[in-house]
T-cell receptor, first 116, second 111 residues
Framework: GAVVSQHPSRVICKSGTSVKIECRSLDFQATTMFWYRQFPKQSLMLMATSNEGSKATYEQGVEKDKFLINHASLTLSTLTVTSAHPEDSSFYIC????????????FGPGTRLTVL | DAKTTQPPSMDCAEGRAANLPCNHSTISGNEYVYWYRQIHSQGPQYIIHGLKNNETNEMASLIITEDRKSSTLILPHATLRDTAVYYCIVRVLNAGNMLTFGGGTRLMVKP
């Protein structure tokens, strides 16, 4: 089956530092990857849509200069949280849309970010 | 995508069937019903989807009413590992756009 990995699975950083999260489709190509954020006891909220070779599309209220997204290949998208603050602490999840007729999406295991 | 309504929480005894309802009264003719679940601190996991006929796979069964305005996900023999938040999502097949998650139902399977 289609597998999506995220790295790291868990990260703790100091306030003001930047953190990069990788999302990889391991056995399929993905032209589009979606980045979600989930706060405790809440549902997943879409942050941005990442398209290979082009700029990401951000949802309303998500700062593009703070959450930098790069989708340089058909198997890798990265999310960089710049100048992280405690309020950025959250569970970040990516999903990858398979480059196939079914356009099926597969989710990564998530990255738990804690900003001290 | 059509809006869905699910109860916020449910309990189920281990070994018994868990029946999770979902209302989607504004569903369009070309929209499918998808179910995902999210175990604590993990990414969502696809369970099953269907259009109008009942569907069954190794994880669950999906029962869709004749008018397609509601559906029920059935876990025939719930185990403790089935404790999770279950999301019902309505969308066009192969749409490729992002998935919109509502509140879901938090299922607690108890021994």
């Amino acid at each position: 089956g289609a597998v999506v990995s995220q790295h790291p699975s868990r990260v703790i950083c100091k306030s003001g530092t930047s953190v990069k999260i990788e999302c990889r489709s391991l056995d399929f190509q993905a032209t589009t990857m979606f980045w979600y954020r989930q706060f405790p006891k809440q549902s997943l909220m879409l942050m941005a849509t990442s398209n290979e070779g082009s700029k990401a599309t951000y949802e309303q209220g998500v700062e593009k200069d703070k959450f930098l997204i790069n989708h340089a290949s058909l198997t890798l998208s990265t999310l960089t949280v710049t100048s992280a603050h405690p309020e950025d602490s959250s569970f970040y999840i990516c999903s990858a849309r398979r480059l196939a007729a079914d356009n099926e999406q597969f989710f990564g295991p998530g990255t738990r970010l804690t900003v001290l | 995508d059509a809006k869905t309504t699910q109860p916020p929480s449910m309990d189920c005894a281990e070994g018994r069937a868990a029946n999770l309802p979902c209302n989607h009264s504004t569903i369009s003719g070309n929209e499918y019903v998808y179910w995902y679940r999210q175990i604590h601190s993990q990414g969502p996991q696809y369970i099953i989807h269907g259009l109008k006929n009942n569907e069954t796979n190794e994880m669950a069964s999906l029962i869709i009413t004749e008018d397609r305005k509601s559906s029920t996900l059935i876990l025939p023999h719930a185990t403790l590992r089935d404790t999770a938040v279950y999301y019902c999502i309505v969308r066009v097949l192969n749409a490729g756009n992002m998935l919109t998650f509502g509140g879901g139902t938090r299922l607690m399977v108890k021994p």
